[in-house]
């Protein structure tokens, strides 16, 4: 099975900001992409794209992204250089105790700056990953939906990741919060071999579900656990 990119967009008051932000933590270039800034990935690292929208955070998203940390003293630059570029500390109930640091960035979404030493991300990459709420059974879907293996499963918990390495996506397993909104995060696949109509058919027969065409072409569907995500047109 090929293997796909994935994106993940970001809904922002500010995508220029927004992006200029997240440039400045991850060491990469932006790019304007057709209304849309664009911060591209390669295969092992996750592209991350902002696009305009007024919609308001409400509560915790539902993905969050992991920073990880080479070597000891990474995470307070990393921290230092996030509260530099805009961001700032967020209490999400994390105790004392927990080396991670938790975030948000100029526009209130959470993200992790993990210690070094961490053996679950060793050679994941700076964005080490996206850490999902969500089932196991979303977890094996997008497993086939991104030809990617699945490098941890237990105890309702998964992971996948590229075969090229690099950045791991995980769902935590259940309680899930129930879904009240769109979410503001979500993923962006781009068609392998340029047929959308073939990657949506073959995405439908893994469990997604339909939902909209966009005016950009792009077809809207949702995941088994109803987060919604897009695939583009070539």
Same mark, same amino acid.
């Given at each position: ?7 993940? &967009?970001?809904?922002?008051?500010? @995508? ?27 295969? &092992? ?14 509560? *915790? ?11 000891? +003293? ?18 999400? +109930?994390?105790? *004392? ?19 070094? +030493?961490?053996?679950?991300?060793? =050679? ?40 090229? =390495?690099? &950045? ?7 309680? $899930? ?13 781009? *068609? ?16 997604? &579900?339909?939902?909209? $065409? ?9 995941? @088994? ?10």
């Amino acid at each position: 099975m090929l293997s796909r990119t994935l994106t993940v &967009t970001f809904d922002a008051h500010d @995508p220029a900001r927004l992006a200029r932000f997240w440039a400045g933590m991850l060491g990469r270039e932006v790019v304007e992409d057709a209304g849309a800034v664009l911060l591209p990935g390669d295969d &092992t690292q996750v592209g991350l794209q902002f696009v305009p929208s007024n919609t308001t955070k409400a509560g *915790p998203n539902r993905i969050h992204l992991h920073l990880t940390s080479a070597q000891p +003293g990474d995470q307070e630059r990393t921290v230092a250089t996030a509260l530099e570029l805009g961001g700032g500390h967020l209490d999400v +109930g994390q105790r *004392p105790e927990e080396g991670h640091i938790v975030l948000a960035d100029p526009e209130g979404n959470e993200f992790c700056v993990i210690e070094a +030493g961490n053996g679950f991300l060793a =050679g994941c990459g700076l964005l080490g990953e996206l850490a999902c709420d969500g089932t196991r059974e979303v977890g094996l879907f997008w497993s086939a939906a991104l030809g990617w293996p699945l490098v941890w499963d237990q105890d309702e918990e998964t992971a996948v990741q590229s075969p090229h =390495g690099g &950045t791991k996506v995980a769902w935590g397993g259940p309680p $899930v919060a129930p879904k009240k909104a769109r979410n503001r995060q979500r993923f962006d696949l781009a *068609p392998a071999g340029g047929d959308q109509q073939a990657e949506v058919d073959r995405l439908v027969s893994l469990g997604a &579900t339909r939902l909209d $065409v966009g005016e950009d072409g792009a077809v809207e569907l949702a995941d @088994p656990d109803g987060n919604e995500f897009r695939v583009r047109r070539n």
